[in-house]
């Protein structure tokens, strides 16, 4: 993809892979420019959430970003706090965030996943008002949709390495997998 193409793809919207029901509805900040440019979440190859979704256990193989759909095979979605494409999820605004936030929250409330888990401690804060979130499980709930906060899988975030990223996205699969099943076709 070149250099064009990619700016290209500034402010687009990427469709979300959702349904009613999920197990974990994921939850990104804002799509990239490689995300914009092909249509697919978490689609640029430094991300690590492809990788670290499947050494958690919740996916059978690693799943390529235009596979998302497959997702919902295991009672999996992918939507993000801000709909617009960025290059850097610094490039939002608070304000974005919070709005994000409230069109989150009414998305919870029509699809009714039993997790929310949204991967950026930093965007959750703002989002959802809560300063002093961290990583794990939440007091919060929207209904009675729980949220999980894991770390940003964006190869940008140097703070958490692939190997222990996978194991907070585990303590969310062992927790959603004791809610009610491993999904459709696990």
């Known amino acids: 993809m070149t250099p064009e193409e990619l700016e290209a793809a500034r402010d687009r919207t990427i469709e979300d892979v959702v349904a009613g029901g999920l197990r974990v509805l994921f ?3 804002n799509p990239g420019l490689m995300s914009g440019a092909t249509g697919h979440h978490f689609a ?3 991300n690590r959430f492809w990788p670290v979704l499947h050494a958690s256990g919740f996916t059978p193989r ?3 970003p235009s596979e998302q759909r497959e997702l919902l095979r295991y009672g999996l979605g992918i939507t993000n706090v801000a709909a617009r494409t960025t290059a850097r999820a610094d490039e939002l605004t608070d304000e974005e965030l919070r ?3 409230r069109r989150l929250e009414e998305k919870v409330r029509r699809y009714e996943p039993k997790w929310l888990a949204v991967v950026g401690v930093t965007a959750y804060r703002v ?3 809560d300063r002093q ?3 794990g499980p939440q007091e919060r709930t929207i209904g009675t949709t729980r949220i999980w906060v894991l770390p940003n899988p964006s190869g940008l975030n140097a703070h958490w390495s692939a190997t222990a990223m996978a194991e907070e996205f585990g303590r969310l699969r062992e927790a959603a997998d004791a ?3 491993a999904g459709q076709d696990t």
């Open 133 to 135: 979130a961290r990583i």
């Open 27 to 29: 939850c990104g900040i």
């Open 99 to 101: 709005d994000g936030g």
């Open 179 to 181: 809610d009610g099943g």
């Open 44 to 46: 640029r190859p430094g």
């Open 127 to 129: 989002a959802f008002g």
């Open 62 to 64: 690693q799943l390529k």
